[in-house]
């Protein structure tokens, strides 16, 4: 049978609990609230570094797209005295 005394030593023991876990977690609350102020200055700094980032994709797309073109005019090549003339927009110039 239950008692006052052990229903007290009871709620006295969850509370002692509910403190020991309510102390983590406020640890946990005061590591995150210290570490935001740097996780915000580094997703600022990825941001501003992304326009630099596209900029470079764009030129080195179009390096890639010369060195193709170089790749394949060689590739067309002839070696064996035989001269090939390669007309670009070949189409195009060819309707005006």
Do not use: H
């Amino acid at each position: 049978m239950f008692t006052l005394s052990n229903t007290l030593n009871v709620l006295n023991n969850d509370i002692q609990r509910m403190n020991g876990e309510l102390g983590g977690y406020q640890n946990c609350i005061s590591v995150v609230a210290q570490q935001l102020p740097l996780l915000k200055t580094l997703a600022q700094e990825i941001n501003d570094r992304i326009p630099g980032i596209e900029i470079n994709q764009k030129l080195l797309y179009q390096e890639y797209l010369s060195l193709k073109e170089r790749v394949e005019d060689v590739q067309a090549a002839s070696f064996d005295g035989t001269l090939t003339w390669k007309i670009a927009n070949f189409l195009e110039k060819r309707s005006i």
